[in-house]
């Protein structure tokens, strides 16, 4: 059994639709070789990430950035998992209102220090919220879940 976890920041009722899509995704029912669980990020630590064989980030963009609180999960799991966790797959959704290139670019440089093998370009959910923006993210979890199970990652 492949251990899925996806850490997601959750501040509006459409950003909890999006991560609750992800997870819908990975559970899909012709996968049963995969466990997937969500998170906060407050309530995500070390414990969490050295279980994981593969990892979804989901975040919003704030001034331009990470959220703060995947930038405070990024902090209390780095060092504490980047001698183990080097070359774990992982994958990126962010949401944003109309730019989230800081965010990307600011994200990619921690997975790229972290040595996670990258397995998405990030799913940009952009602009005013959309219902397909749940469609793509119930994909993503399925994609990612899938190809972990399958062991091509
Ligand atoms: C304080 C604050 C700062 C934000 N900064 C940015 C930003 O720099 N760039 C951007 O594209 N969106 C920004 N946003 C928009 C958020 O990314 C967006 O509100 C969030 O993803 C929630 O989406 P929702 O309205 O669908 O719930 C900001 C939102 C807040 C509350």
Not at 24 to 29: F, I, L, P, Q
Not at 84 to 100: F, H, N, S, V
Request: charged content about 20%; glycine content about 12%.
């Amino acid at each position: 059994m492949k251990n899925l976890l996806i850490v997601a920041n959750m501040p509006s009722a459409n950003t909890a639709t999006l991560a609750n899509a992800v997870l819908r995704g990975a559970n899909h029912k012709d996968l049963d070789g995969v466990e997937t669980l969500l998170l906060a990020p407050l309530d995500a630590g070390p414990e969490h990430v050295l279980k994981a064989d593969g990892i979804i980030i989901g975040t919003t963009e704030n001034f331009a950035y990470m959220s703060g609180l995947i930038e405070d999960f990024f902090k209390r799991i780095y060092y504490p998992c980047l001698e183990e966790k080097q070359g774990m797959p992982c994958a990126l959704y962010i949401r944003e209102g109309t730019d989230g290139t800081g965010t990307r670019i600011a994200v990619e440089k921690i997975i790229t220090g972290l040595a996670w093998k990258t397995i998405n370009a990030p799913l940009i959910l952009k602009g005013e919220y959309q219902s397909g923006f749940g469609s793509e993210c119930k994909e993503l979890g399925t994609m990612v879940a899938a190809g972990l199970e399958a062991g091509i990652f």
